[in-house]
């Protein structure tokens, strides 16, 4: 039986099976902290949320120092093309997380999203918010 290949998981604290969306996680996870100053301390990755009676789990939630959600991330394999089931998926889990940045990534496109709050619309944006920034528009 061929062993698995693992990678430690920094916000789960534990090894995990390095699927290919697994790898794109752990990738952003570090671009998030080492690129936009997210700290690791307030990041979850395979968050639980409940909608209805249905329980899912949002692969990256970054949060403010008094733990409200800010960013919410939707990872998929490379080889996954990003369409509009993928923002659907994420934008359903905000109506519980109620972030106002979504974003969805598969490593090779990445997707960032802003919530408008005067009209509960999406609209695109071309670069994902710095930490600093992401807390100050909230």
Not at 31 to 60: F, H, T, V
Not at 88 to 105: A, D
Not at 119 to 132: F, H, L, N, Q, T
Request: proline residues 5%; aromatic residues 12%.
């Amino acid at each position: 039986m061929k062993e698995r290949e693992q990678v430690f998981d920094p916000l789960r604290k534990r090894y995990v099976v390095l699927t290919p969306e697994e790898r794109v996680r752990q990738d952003f996870i570090r671009w998030l902290n080492n690129a936009r100053g997210y700290p690791l301390s307030l990041m979850a990755s395979e968050y639980s949320i409940q909608l209805g009676k249905k329980d899912y789990r949002c692969d990256i939630v970054c949060f403010s120092s008094n733990l409200q959600p800010l960013l919410a991330v939707e990872c998929k394999a490379p080889y996954v093309r990003l369409e509009h089931g993928a923002a659907e998926q994420i934008c359903r889990y905000n109506m519980v997380l109620k972030v106002r940045y979504l974003v969805v990534t598969n490593s090779i496109v990445t997707f960032a999203f802003e919530l408008e709050p005067e009209s509960g619309s999406y609209r695109y944006i071309s670069d994902i918010p710095s930490y600093a920034e992401c807390r100050v528009s909230k």
